[in-house]
């Protein structure tokens, strides 16, 4: 149901390779029939060595009476933020729509594909994480599949202070070796408390929760 799903506003700490970047927030918001996660960056001046500079990414999921699915994902970027590039998926979730190149996908018993940036569907427990489970997840450019290893809880501090989480930890399939861990409230609403990026064993980004605004 809807009501399930948390309004938050959440502020994090973004660095690379220990420089810090400037900060993401992200905010939810849902009605009957739709939930729009929003991802803005605030990047600093080191910010424009590593990426892209300024983004705005819009995840909008639709509600309908099979649950929460993802249907569109626009990302903007650049000083005007006129790079844009939209992705849509289909109510089965089975094609993809990138900027008019249509990929389809076969997908498993009960796979739902989520959203790279931030994967409500996964956080909400409706995409099933435990270990040896595959995840498909889209960006703006392509889709990436993982697969889900051991999660176990463990106590952690962030600038935002000290939270009682679930460590998950996803390693990408397609011969990158990149790891992603997601260290979650163990409590609903669950949100990221911190993230971290592994590529070829050297640690990458680390995104760290510094206020829950709302």
């Known amino acids: 149901a809807s009501t399930d799903i948390p309004d938050y506003v959440l502020r994090y700490g973004v660095k690379i390779k220990g420089f810090g970047l400037g900060d993401l927030v992200i905010t939810s918001e849902h009605s009957e029939d739709r939930t729009q996660i929003t991802g803005e960056t605030f990047p600093n001046a080191i910010a424009g060595l590593f990426g892209d500079g300024k983004v705005v990414e819009l995840i909008e999921y639709r509600n309908s009476g099979q649950g929460l699915k993802l249907s569109r994902i626009t990302e903007k970027k650049g000083r005007e933020l006129?790079?844009?590039?939209?992705?849509?998926v289909s109510a089965d979730g089975k094609n993809i729509d990138f900027a008019g190149k249509n990929k389809n996908y076969a997908l498993r018993a009960g796979e739902q594909i989520d959203a790279n940036t931030f994967p409500l569907l996964t956080l909400l427990g409706i995409n099933d994480f435990s270990a040896g489970k595959r995840e498909r997840v889209v960006s703006g450019k392509r889709v990436r599949e993982y697969q889900y290893n051991e999660s176990t809880t463990e106590t952690i501090t962030v600038p935002a202070g000290e939270f009682e989480t679930l460590k998950v930890s996803k390693t990408?399939?397609?011969d990158s070796s990149k790891i992603v861990t997601t260290w979650m409230t163990?409590?609903?609403p669950r949100y990221p408390v911190k993230i971290t990026i592994v590529q070829n064993?050297?640690?990458g980004a680390v995104i760290s929760l510094l206020k829950k605004e709302r």
């Open 186 to 188: 163990l409590e609903p």
């Open 172 to 174: 990408r399939l397609d």
């Open 82 to 88: 006129d790079d844009i590039t939209i992705v849509n």
């Open 201 to 203: 064993g050297k640690p």
